[in-house]
């Protein structure tokens, strides 16, 4: 039996959440999320997130 686990619900659930009791993270949760993306497109350039 094979099993993935994606980060990606599980990181977009805790955002929310945080969002929700800070709404001031949300500029730096933004902000965070796409420099990562951007590091991750620049050293893997055919994956998509």
């Known amino acids: 039996m094979h099993v993935t686990v994606s980060i990606a619900p599980l ?6 959440i945080l969002i ?3 709404p ?3 500029n730096y949760i933004v902000a965070i999320y796409l ?3 951007g590091i ?3 050293w893997h350039p ?3 997130v």
Do not use: D, K, N
Not at 11 to 16: K, N, S, T
């Open 11 to 16: 990181v977009a659930l805790i955002a929310g």
């Open 20 to 22: 929700l009791i800070i």
């Open 24 to 26: 001031r993270l949300l």
């Open 35 to 37: 420099i990562l993306i």
């Open 40 to 42: 991750l497109g620049l």
């Open 46 to 48: 055919g994956v998509t």
